[in-house]
């Protein structure tokens, strides 16, 4: 497991590259950003805070997750 400064990390990912779902409408609202840095690491942040810290994960923990996801893992 590689360690990062949640703070200052968010320097390593492109400012245009943070997207947030269409659902969440211009301002933001209670939505993550994420931000896909090539192939290494995927990154994810509050929506509403632009300069909030960043959570940061390699593409095999991302895939776990999406996976987790679309199979319905975390629904109530």
């Known amino acids: 497991m590689q360690t990062y400064d ?4 968010g320097d390593r990912f492109a400012p245009a590259g ?5 659902a969440c409408g211009p301002n933001g609202a ?5 931000n896909v840095a090539g192939r290494e690491m995927v990154g994810v942040r509050d929506g509403k805070l632009p300069d909030s ?6 593409a095999g923990e ?7 996801v679309r199979s319905g ?4």
Request: with cysteine; proline share 10%; hydrophobic share 45%.
């Open 73 to 76: 893992q975390f629904d109530s």
């Open 62 to 68: 991302w895939a776990d997750f999406v996976e987790s």
């Open 30 to 34: 209670n939505c993550v950003e994420v």
């Open 53 to 58: 810290p960043v959570l940061v994960f390699d």
């Open 18 to 22: 943070w997207q947030r779902p269409a």
């Open 6 to 9: 949640p703070h200052s990390i």
